[in-house]
């Protein structure tokens, strides 16, 4: 199309090993510290590169091929993201595993992305020995942390990773390839329909890096020290192993551990000053600093996501911590940052889930898919298009996208003057009745805020007039009990008269997905039937 | 390489237009303020969209095709910014001349550009009149600001920018093309040998950008009012066109006028946050706030680059303006932007010329090439590799890189144990005596401190017997006169003593190069030969 004879600018393939590669060179002495009972171990970005580069050699020397796959099933540690960079700069592809699903589940997905190699962390031996003895493409298994336990007697070979980095390490190019080959892989574990594996490359992820690095977005440092609560498993950590290294920030690696009393002391021994994660997360970190009167002085910022949050648990971390909260919202489809309240707010600011940083543009539409007239202050279905969002899953042959190109998050939401996102519930979830939809987010918010109620959802079930009508399923809180009669009159005059559900289930235990989330699909099984 | 039926992620094409789509749409009331005698001009983003798509459509209209070159001769202001997205965007390439120059070198930068169309700022018509007269390429001229003039009345037909967008102004798809497209071009104004052409694609500017925007770069926010006192004809302005509207900050351009008391007015006026420029520019405004006893409260940080500033004037800076000044590095071939001092550092902390942001790496060589074996704290050649540098100059056929792929600035520098980069002048300025190098620059810093001096330049001088000698030029400061053997004895115990130049000449005013920098190569030619 253009006249170009010669390339005047330098081929520079955008590939993830290139963070490291410039945290090692440019911030060399910044760390990666990782949570341990018998006292916190550290590493500067210069050694970790050079250890990860030798273990990316150990690898090929397995016999794997760039595009093969080698799956981690581990809490956040050093090792784990030395895997990471050692599989991906050699060009293989790492899969994330998240301990807390199901061995069936996650043989599944194993199976699916046919991983020859598993590497296993710290507590994970027994569930690593099970995956293997079901997962036949499992040709090895990589032990991370600490010597071979007897526990693990699969048939696959075991080595252990210091074993493995002194007999087969060894310094290996990293990058050199085309930057859309494959980087990760993560399965979503949603709570509808089999789990979908997200497959990102070497170029969504390194601009997804530097997209969330703007100043208005999570505006990274090297005079930070980064608490990524978030697990490694869940969507690359939101990134942050990749943005650490690129600015120079150092990592605070929990582990497993997460409650309150163990994140004050990490924050407080390392002198924290941003820390990520869901809203759960900090929650226990108020209660923990209130019961016991702590502080966490050097706390300047907290970037919440994958839940959303109240507006007084926000109010209530931003007056306790002394601190900047950021929300965000996003998905493992977006790598996964969609939107986020920018920095430079004012604090108290409304925000919902904040806007989104250039890199990625949102679409309302309406349930046919023609875009809302107007793009701000009416509910829609939110679509999003960018560098760094999902065009198909993994093993797909087709697009997932709209003919213009747009991939449905299947949420619903609605933009308001300032650009901010608030999401308002799923697609899937929305209840027809009678030609018109009800949406049960709107009757969940209304009954969840009642003390009595512990958790509560709407459902649509099948109504031989109507279609559907709704029906609502109630854990109570403990030791509480709350009449049908007082629960409908909660809702009148706060939604129209046919939204309130007629039909109210009690449950002692609200079944849960391996998210947390309220399970609706296990609902509508046993509750949405005629 | 890899298993890849069917890429997983969106394709997401890196074109400059993204950045005021996403201006437009998400801050479409952030506004670019041009500066007038006769009252401001405001636009906001959504309207200046509108305004500089149309303008594709008309620029299409007047018959040119992607890949073809529109040159500009303008100052900074909303019609500028307007023409470079409505090239940009519809494929053309925007060739940015600077009026500095002499007809002479514009002509001959257009004639190997091949432009198609000169666009031409307030107060220029009469230098575009010239070259329209010597450059037979040109067959429309766009006047950008107000009626056609009478002056102007060269062959080429002539518009005025307001009647194209009426008569032939039509809404155009923008983007769509190969991110590798040129997207700009903007000859080096060196001290040196003939101007040589920088092309920028699409994807250098994109990345350039984002780049720029991390937190210890620029950094820049919604809530951002940045003042553009560099010059859209340098090297894109340092890409602040782009960033402003990818972030949703104002953009403030102050036209021809960068006198201190307008850029005081125009801070105060506007509420500015950000001054970006040239050291001497901030000199002038420190000059008439302490004349006038006036004040900047809106100024949180000055980001200054194009030349070394003294540390004394940044301290001066700092403490009168109450801002932050971060310093930079940057080049025409580089996008510009090389280093900059971080934003997270400590005020008043040793910065050089600051770090590189993710994105670019740089390396010191020996004369010969070789790397330095400890990049750290020994001066070395520059050289840099990155995602924005040049490979080559527009129109050569052949790489400009070395074997390892690496851009030889040209510059000697020294890196400390903080990776802060500090210039140590030119390569080609460095002198040969007796097979032993002087490097110039360390004699100009010691005599150029000395209050009777206004500007000093140390040349080698062909020796018969030592292969070059050093002789230094001296302009004395006003009404101040100085002895040899001062200038001799300010340099003993400082440097060598082989280094002294033994011959030093007096001028009444120092030949300068368009961009301000002392012309060696005329100071050569006048006195370098033996």
């Not at 945290?23 to 990782?34: D, E, L, M, Y």
């Not at 998240?98 to 199976?111: E, K, V």
């Not at 170029?203 to 690095?213: A, D, F, G, K, V």
């Not at 929650?283 to 016991?292: E, I, K, W, Y």
Request: charged share 20%; proline share 5%.
């Amino acid at each position: 199309m253009t006249t170009r004879v010669f390339s005047p600018m330098q081929d520079y393939a955008l590939t993830v090993d290139r963070f490291l590669d410039h945290g090692a060179k440019w911030h060399g002495q910044a760390r990666v510290i990782t949570a341990a009972e018998d006292g916190d171990q550290a590493v500067g970005y210069a050694d970790l590169r050079v250890r990860a580069n030798r273990l990316s050699g150990a690898l090929l020397s397995l016999g794997l091929t760039p595009g093969d796959r080698i799956a981690t099933l581990a809490w956040n540690s050093q090792h784990h993201v030395e895997v990471w960079y050692a599989a991906m700069g050699a060009g293989l592809v790492c899969h994330t595993l998240n301990p807390r699903l199901t061995i069936a589940h996650l043989a599944a997905m194993i199976t699916e992305a046919g991983d020859r190699v598993l590497a296993v962390g710290a507590g994970l031996a027994g569930m690593a020995e099970k995956l293997a003895a079901s997962c036949p493409c499992i040709e090895q298994l990589i032990l991370l942390d600490g010597d071979r336990p007897a526990a693990v007697r699969g048939d696959a070979p075991i080595t252990v990773l210091e074993t493995l980095l002194s007999d087969r390490g060894r310094a290996t190019t990293w990058g050199q390839f085309d930057e859309r080959s494959l980087a990760g892989l993560c399965f979503t574990s949603g709570t509808t329909g089999a789990p979908k594996g997200v497959a990102y490359t070497h170029r969504s992820n390194y601009l997804h890096t530097i997209r969330s690095l703007q100043a208005d977005a999570m505006a990274l440092t090297a005079a930070d020290t980064i608490l990524v609560a978030v697990p490694m498993f869940h969507a690359n950590a939101w990134g942050l192993p990749f943005a650490a290294p690129a600015v120079g920030a150092s990592l605070v690696l929990p582990g497993r551990v997460t409650d309150g009393r163990s994140l004050a002391d990490l924050i407080n021994r390392h002198g924290v000053t941003v820390a990520v994660g869901v809203p759960t997360v900090w929650l226990g970190l108020l209660d923990h600093l209130d019961a016991t009167g702590g502080e966490t002085p050097s706390l300047e910022r907290i970037i919440i996501g994958g839940s959303s949050c109240p507006d007084t648990l926000l109010r209530r971390m931003e007056s306790r911590l002394g601190a900047t909260v950021q929300t965000s919202w996003g998905m493992t489809e977006l790598s996964p940052l969609g939107t986020i309240s920018p920095r430079s707010s004012e604090t108290g600011a409304a925000r919902g889930a904040g806007r989104p940083p250039m890199g990625l543009d949102l679409l309302l539409t309406d349930a046919a898919g023609t875009p809302l007239p107007d793009q701000r202050n009416a509910p829609g279905h939110l679509k999003v298009r960018g560098q760094s969002v999902a065009q198909g899953y993994f093993g797909a042959s087709e697009s997932a996208l709209d003919a213009d190109g747009w991939f449905d998050t299947g949420d619903l939401a609605i933009i308001d003057d300032a650009g901010n996102l608030t999401l308002a519930g799923r697609s899937k979830d929305l209840i027809k009745s009678g030609g018109e939809w009800i949406n049960p987010v709107e009757i969940e918010e209304i009954v969840g805020a009642l003390p009595s109620i512990s958790l509560v959802a709407v459902i649509g079930r099948a109504d031989p007039k109507w279609g559907e009508r709704p029906l609502m399923v109630i854990e109570p809180a403990q030791g509480q009990e709350i009449e049908d009669k007082a629960l409908k009159a909660s809702l009148k005059g706060r939604v129209a008269d046919w939204w309130i559900p007629e039909r109210i289930v009690r449950v002692v235990a609200m079944p849960l997905a391996a998210t947390g989330k309220i399970n609706k699909t296990q609902l509508r099984a046993t509750y949405g039937g005629a």
